[in-house]
């Protein structure tokens, strides 16, 4: 199904907005070759073309990123244009090339002499073996940065294990501390370590493009999923580095604080975190609960973290008078933090992320079905991060690119019989 023009399906611009629309530009100029599959690759590359970065899906010619069929229409799968694949590859370009052979290697050597960036997201040793490794490559462009995304990184005993984000969320402890003590482990419920990993590498690629701005030399870069995952544990890795405590999963409860976590209303769980005394002292006024202030078992934060269980009773009972809303709101505006757990079509369809704008919607031509993604977590003063384009279809840009590279129609065609491109 062709896409083109973008629409808006937020509200209108306000004067007072933080950012008047206008497309982020922080990276125009900048040529991404993009050699990644499924998520952490395709993530971190995204964050990048909504910021004006020229990515290049480079794809094997036969069916592209395997991502292209995942996701949960069976008919978009089978055009190879699944939902997982749409959602990290809008205003990117697509071109096939099949690397396991000379000449595709020697294309892309040939876009390589005009990149500032190489992602992939191979074993280790995979692009050594194709005579591609950073070595070649940096001999090509020395200004090139190039960044490797693996399950566990460049060396290590476990190099060459292969790795997909569950394989990663058990090993780094992520699952032992999710859930309670009756359901964990207990898998986070997106993949959690490919995003991670993603992230991880857009801010490592940014920082080596800075320094190659000013040295006139880029570098490698080894992102390891074990490791970004590890380092977002912060607080429970240091709480047992630091403080010799032994991790546990608590289900929905906060560790550093008691009141703070899921509790029951009349009709809906609620998050409270009166992680201060004042907002604890607030919370029970407010809850009609005032004794509590005064009890031993809950006097200070250490005491009301002993006595949870009993706590969480106490505020459960008063909780149930009324809804969640109700809550939210009241508590909310005493200056005590509280949320209402929503669904992800309720939290997609709520004014904050409206207002925001953090959805963007392409015109697919069918009004039923519009084409929408979301951009990043952050905006500019000025500007904001913008998919300039759909995500392409398998090979949308070869001819094109080829042809700017001096490989003319008839020479493309050979390449194409040759299972080339």
């Known amino acids: 199904m062709p896409f083109n023009q973008e629409t808006s399906m937020n509200t209108p611009d306000k004067s007072d907005r933080v950012s008047n629309g206008t497309p982020a530009e922080l990276l125009s100029g900048v040529r991404v070759l993009d050699l990644t599959n499924v998520l952490s690759g395709p993530f971190c ?26 996701g949960a229409d069976p008919v978009a799968n089978s055009k190879l244009m699944g939902a997982s694949f749409q959602a990290q590859n809008a205003g990117k370009k697509s071109v096939t090339l099949n690397l396991k052979t000379e000449a595709g290697k020697g294309i892309f050597k040939k876009l390589v002499a005009d990149a500032d960036v190489v992602v992939e997201n191979f074993r280790p040793g995979v692009m050594k073996r194709l005579g591609l490794g950073y070595e070649v490559l940096a001999g090509i462009n020395p200004k090139l940065v190039y960044c490797a995304i693996s399950g566990f990184g460049q060396d290590g005993p476990l190099r060459d294990k292969p790795a997909y984000d569950q394989i990663v969320q058990g090993m780094s402890g992520i699952m032992s501390v999710t859930g309670d003590e009756a359901s964990a482990p207990l898998r986070v419920g997106y993949p959690v370590c490919d995003t991670l990993g993603g992230m991880t590498a857009a801010f490592s690629i ?88 005064a009890d031993p078992r809950f006097s200070d934060r250490e005491s009301r973290k002993k006595n949870r269980a009993a706590l969480n009773e106490e505020i459960n009972r008063a909780l149930a008078a009324n809804s969640a809303h109700h809550w939210a709101e009241l508590l909310s505006a005493a200056g005590v933090p509280a949320g209402m757990v929503l669904t992800v079509p309720e939290v997609l369809d709520h004014p904050q992320l409206q207002d925001r704008r953090l959805i963007q919607e392409f015109n697919s031509g069918d009004d039923a079905n519009p084409l929408r993604v979301v951009r990043s977590g952050f905006r500019f003063s000025d500007c904001e991060p913008t998919a300039r384009t759909p995500p392409p279809s398998l090979g949308q840009h070869t001819a094109a690119i080829l042809d700017a590279l001096g490989i003319d129609e008839a020479e493309q065609n050979a390449l194409r019989n040759q299972d080339v491109i």
């Open 45 to 70: 590359t995204y964050q990048m073309t909504l910021l004006g970065a020229e990515v290049i899906k480079i794809e094997n010619p036969k069916l592209g990123d395997l991502a292209r069929q995942l």
């Open 206 to 293: 940014v920082s080596a493009l800075y320094a190659a701005s000013r040295t006139g030399h880029g570098r490698a870069i080894d992102v390891s999923m074990l490791d970004s995952t590890v380092v977002s544990m912060g607080w429970i890795v240091s709480n047992y580095l630091l403080a010799g405590v032994l991790p546990t999963p608590i289900g929905n409860q906060n560790m550093t604080a008691a009141p703070s976590g899921t509790f029951t209303t009349a009709d809906s769980p609620l998050n409270i975190a009166a992680n201060k005394q004042d907002q604890f002292e607030t919370l029970c006024r407010l809850i009609d609960r005032e004794a509590l202030i």
